[in-house]
């Protein structure tokens, strides 16, 4: 079982940036990808970036360029580095993992682009 926790959220303006931490506990040895969603009000999850053991990384089209997802395994954390965010970009973020064949989500927490 692996616990995700969420912060770093908030309103910014369009252009801004932000920096979403994820922090990771439990049987951490396990998981085997790492990653942000993101669900806007009426619409699907989707997937923004995923990061492998073997640091391969992968991002939706339309944040490519604009977001960076690092994490650094010694402490147990990850980051979704977003830059010149545009109203698009408004949803709940969740962080997620794969560990042992299982999914793992964070609670999720609110990013609003507006000016």
């Known amino acids: 079982q692996v616990q995700l926790v969420e912060s770093g959220g908030g309103l910014v303006q369009p252009g801004g940036s932000l920096r979403l931490s994820c922090a990771y506990s439990g049987r951490v040895f396990t998981i085997t990808a790492w990653g942000w969603f993101r669900q806007a009000p009426g619409n699907q999850r989707e997937r923004v970036a995923l990061?492998?053991?073997?640091?391969?990384?992968t991002y939706a089209d339309s944040v490519k360029g604009r977001f960076t997802i690092s994490r650094d395994s010694a402490n147990n954390m990850m980051w979704l580095q977003m830059t010149r965010l545009e109203p698009e970009d408004t949803a709940v973020y969740y962080c997620y993992s794969v560990a042992s064949g299982y999914e793992n989500w964070g609670q999720g927490i609110q990013v609003t682009v507006s000016s």
């Open positions: 990061m492998t053991r073997d640091d391969f990384t």
